[in-house]
């Protein structure tokens, strides 16, 4: 008797509704995912659940620090590779620059991280897991972080450095390349 009174609260019922909304406004914005779909059809499990238990375990391996820094690489690798790869075969030159800016933030963030690992691992005992959000916040299109990145902190120290041209034009840059690169496999 006692948890259907806890069931019928005011306060369950209204974090159930919560849930639920959340959790449709989730499975809307995760069929706009062909991967995720397949996912969801071959395995029978629904892809808002195979998402939030993938998330799951990424924070959970956070807590390992041996398992912190692979796990972190990777999220910061595998599916900008995979969007990277997709954007190639589209004739839209949007999404090579983003994935592009993506890539050059990323690596420059890699090199400096390789000089000042052991540092930031003494100060910062969560570096890893604080890594992997600004590593997720560059990527996500929503934040356009690594545009951000790239123009605030990376493009005016480039300029500083090279008298390229290349560095001043970042709007024609994707274009002159792709004539390029179309030009050498002809």
Known sequence: MSAQKVQQHPVVVQAQ??????????????TNYPILLNL????????TYAVLAASFLVVFLHLFNPLAAPISNLVGWVIPAYLSFKALETPSA???IQWLTYWVVFGFFN????????????????YFAFKTIFILWLQLPAFR???????TLLKPVFANVSNS???RHTETSAEVLRERAGAATE
């Open 165 to 167: 041209t290349v560095v």
């Open 145 to 151: 972080g690594a545009q951000t990145t790239y123009h």
């Open 40 to 47: 969801e059809r071959k395995t029978q499990i629904p892809k």
């Open 94 to 96: 949007q999404d090579d």
């Open 17 to 30: 509704n919560k849930l639920g909304y959340y959790h449709s406004q989730l499975d809307k914005e995760l």
């Open 111 to 126: 090199f400096l991280e390789s000089f000042a690992l052991s540092v930031l691992l003494y100060y910062l005992p969560w």
